[in-house]
Structure formats: C-alpha cells, structure tokens
C-alpha cells in the first residue's frame, strides 16, 4: 500500500505495510529517511547491519559492567573478612557481629547481599536505556517488512552476537560436591564464610 508522496519535487515515499522488497523510493521511520537510489538503500542496509551490531555490543556493556561492580563487591567484602580474621585470630567470632556461640558451626556458608551504589545503578541505567531505545528503532525498521532490512537486522544480529557474546565460562575441574557453594560466593574469604 502507497502511502503517496511526501516529497515536494514529485519524489514519493513507498511505504508498505505487507511483505515487499521495495529499494528506490523506499522511506524508514520518517520522510525524512527517502532512498533515491539502490546505492543509498545498499547504504541503509550496510547502516541496519551495523546498528543491530552496536546493539549487541551494548547488551554486552551491560553485562560485563554487572560482573565488574560484582567483582569489586566480593574484593572489598573478601578483604574486610581478611582484615577482620587477623585482628582477631584467637577469638571465634565473625566479621560482622558479636562472637559465635558454641554449637555454631564455623564453616557454615553465610550470605552477604549487594545493592549497587547510586553511582553504578545510574550508569546501568543509562547503558539499559540507550540499548533499550536502539532495540526500539530495529524493532520499527522491522515493522516496515522490507525484505532487504529485515535480513539486514538478521545478519546484524548473528554478526553482532559472533563478535560481541563470545562464551566464555570458568569450569573448576577436581572440586569435591561437598563444596558446592551459594550461587555469587566463589571465594573462601568472603565476610563470613
């Protein structure tokens, strides 16, 4: 369906809302965005591939800026327990209260909550928003169901996610199941285990 023309010198907008394959003359989110020539959509689409890209880029950001202020938590919390272990060698008690009756168990596991700091949710936020928004412009490219952007965002994503999400995963090999330990406490000096 032809929207009709937006242009003033005759250049009309084809903008279809069903399936199509349209390339001269095709607009994307506003008039504004008018393809006058298969060199300038080829453009568009190397522009769709590279923004899907950004957009796993920052989704990565994101993670990788969660597990450095988590890392930073358990080094601080790891070097208080260590502080507070020499201070104290002779007398059971723990880093964070009064000593330890008796029947306590020294080695029981104990579970130290984290809350970013209002400095590092801000910038999670920001680093959520601007990835948000971007998801948001793909998602209306898609919405115009040209073929030619909608393999574009395809192709941006498994570029995006080859170079962007590359997995990798510590695997502790020769540990005993006795020592399985509560999801986030992967050090033996954390407060107050």
């Known amino acids: 369906m032809d929207m009709g023309s937006h242009g003033g010198e005759g250049t009309g907008c084809k903008i279809s809302m069903l399936w199509n394959w349209n390339t001269v ?8 965005w ?30 990788e800026y969660d597990a450095l202020i988590l890392r ?10 260590r502080a507070a272990s020499k201070e104290d060698k002779n007398t059971p008690t723990t880093c964070c209260g009064p ?5 306590a168990t020294p080695n029981r596991p104990q579970v130290v909550t984290f809350r970013a700091s209002p400095l590092q ?17 793909v998602m209306l490219l898609a919405m115009y169901f040209n073929g030619y952007i909608i393999i574009s965002i395809v192709i941006g ?13 510590r695997v502790v090999i020769g540990a005993d199941e006795a020592g399985a330990k509560v999801d ?10």
């Open 184 to 193: 986030g406490i992967e050090d033996p000096t954390v407060c107050c285990g």
């Open 99 to 103: 000593p330890e009756p008796e029947e």
């Open 157 to 169: 994503a498994g570029i995006g996610k080859f170079l962007c999400d590359w997995m990798v995963h």
């Open 121 to 137: 949710q801000l910038v999670r936020c920001v680093i959520h928003a601007v990835t948000f928004g971007l998801a948001y412009i």
């Open 34 to 63: 008018h393809i006058p020539s298969e060199g300038a959509f080829a453009a568009t689409c190397i522009g769709v591939v590279l923004m899907v890209v950004i957009l796993e880029f920052l989704r990565r950001v994101g993670k």
């Open 25 to 32: 003359d095709a607009c994307f989110l506003s008039s504004s």
């Open 72 to 81: 930073q938590f358990k080094r601080h919390i790891a070097a208080q327990a």
